[in-house]
């Protein structure tokens, strides 16, 4: 998201230089040579996640290989107060890896076993370092693969996939990470180790898998995960929708849902979008389009042939002025390498570009679209609207310049509204990228104190000392209590603990 002038927060002076030298001991005393990073060059590349706009330097960076390193620096840490924050690929979009000025960074980047995989039970027990793709590559021998596909599946690994409970544009019809996850092994900040779920389709007890995924690492550090594998389809083949109005193409989206229909994958892309990646990616997208839609069918050729046919129906009686479908493998791969090459292109049309994801119901996508023209026109900035049509996931790409005074500013305010309005349309902050360090304040128009409380109590139940990941996903009351009177005042509350790039 561009380049920034460089900014490290100072110190807790709390935090001596002793104390950070005996930290460091004893951690090179747990990891091999080469896995303890501390060097002010070394540190650099972990100061920010896929949110580059915000950045920290950490006090160090540990690079366990296993488990038991994991709970030795774990350990390490809690006797000494130390905050830890655990990170996967660093691919994440709202700040959830951004690091504590006086804590560790806890990458689990050199934990990327395929522990076993199973194509009976259709399973596989992963390390939280196995990149996304990795997975399904491994099972493509057996027919199967893994369904979640962020479009940073090439990069993002499973662990951060499980702490952030990504998607991807199949989640319509296959559901999120918490869907196609059966089992997590995890270390907490005490060093025990733990498990949810297990290796059936259901665990006896309390639902703590479904707590543990989309955590956002406050809770527990995942060291070994189990996913399901589904067999690949048959066939799979993709509609490609023109329409002259954006309006028209939301509506077209509550159509197909309303028509029983639960296509593969169901997105959206509005004329910017679509205008940014052509040239990038060559996908065969109509550029006159104000936007396009993207509805894949899969399964038996029968059942694809009658699914992209009741499809085709709705489209056209919603105003689509062209339909074309795929014809071949490649040139499905292509219209969606188009889409899932969204947020790389915006680089090519804009110096910075800062990536929201609200989620909305998706009878009100006309309605949201149409607020963020108007948003445009208040904020002075131009706006590239990729969705997760399908489930009402919104992911406008902001387009701005950092080096602009004032830019990146009237941006924040910008996705704020976003999320506001995601709120009062009846949806929610965050689908998939978490809420992490972004949308902290936005937590304050999402819930009332009594929840806010009940995600304190359940942080408190499992890391009583705010070690894990603190100042992520939950805001404090205190927060929340000056968020609100920075409404009524008219004043400025965004990060108070860091300076904006």
Not at 112 to 130: E, M, N, S, T, Y
Not at 201 to 224: F, H, N, R, W, Y
């Amino acid at each position: 998201m561009g380049h920034h002038r460089e900014h490290v927060a100072e110190r807790d002076q709390d935090f001596s230089d002793v104390d950070r030298q005996e930290l460091l001991l004893a951690l090179a005393g747990i990891l091999a040579p080469g896995s303890l990073l501390a060097d002010p060059e070394d540190l650099k590349p972990y100061e920010c996640d896929g949110l580059s706009a915000y950045r920290r330097v950490p006090l160090a960076v540990a690079l366990p290989e296993n488990e038991d390193q994991v709970v030795a620096v774990v350990k390490a840490c809690h006797a000494r107060g130390v905050p830890v924050v655990a990170r996967g690929a660093g691919t994440g979009l709202s700040g959830g890896a951004l690091p504590h000025p006086d804590g560790l960074v806890l990458s689990l980047a050199r934990m990327k076993r395929i522990l076993h995989l199973d194509p009976v039970a259709r399973v596989a027990v992963v390390q939280p370092g196995v990149r996304n793709l990795a997975i399904s590559e491994a099972a493509a021998p057996y027919g199967l693969y893994y369904a979640p596909d962020p479009s940073s599946q090439i990069a993002c690994t499973i662990g951060g996939n499980v702490a952030e409970n990504a998607g991807g544009v199949h989640c319509l019809k296959y559901g999120l990470t918490v869907n196609n996850v059966l089992r997590v092994r995890a270390v907490t900040i005490e060093g025990e180790v733990v498990e949810f779920g297990n290796h059936a389709l259901d665990a006896p007890g309390l639902d703590l898998l479904a707590l543990m995924i989309g955590s956002e690492g406050l809770l527990a550090v995942a060291t070994e995960v189990t996913v399901k594998l589904v067999p690949k389809p048959e066939v799979a083949q993709v509609a490609m929708a023109s329409f002259d109005d954006v309006v028209k193409a939301g509506e077209a989206v509550a159509a197909i849902i309303a028509a029983g229909i639960v296509p593969a994958g169901l997105e959206m892309m509005d004329k910017p979008a679509t205008a940014a990646v052509e040239p990038f990616v060559k996908a065969g997208y109509d550029l006159s389009a104000a936007a396009i839609l993207l509805c894949e069918s899969d399964g038996t050729p029968e059942e694809v042939a009658e699914e992209i046919a009741a499809m085709r129906a709705v489209l056209e009686q919603s105003g689509a002025t062209e339909i074309r479908v795929s014809c071949s493998e490649a040139e499905r791969l292509r219209f969606w390498a188009g889409r899932k090459a969204a947020f790389p292109a915006a680089g090519r049309v804009s110096p910075d570009y800062y990536c929201m994801d609200g989620t909305i119901p998706k009878k009100r996508l006309a309605e949201m679209l149409t607020a963020i023209v108007g948003m445009e026109r208040k904020y002075g900035l131009r706006c590239m609207n990729v969705f997760h049509a399908g489930d009402g996931n919104l992911h406008p790409l902001i387009l701005y310049d950092a080096n602009t005074p004032g830019e990146l500013e009237r941006t924040e305010a910008f996705g704020a509204e976003i999320l506001a309005l995601s709120v009062k349309l009846g949806g929610t902050i965050t689908g998939e990228h978490g809420v992490g360090f972004e949308k902290i304040n936005s937590m304050c128009d999402q819930f009332p104190t009594e929840e806010l409380r009940a995600f304190h109590r359940v942080k408190a139940a499992w890391d009583p000392g705010g070690l894990l990941n603190p100042g992520k996903a939950v805001p404090s009351l205190h927060r929340c209590a000056e968020f609100g009177r920075m409404h009524v005042h008219g004043g400025d509350l965004k990060f108070p603990d860091i300076e904006r790039f």
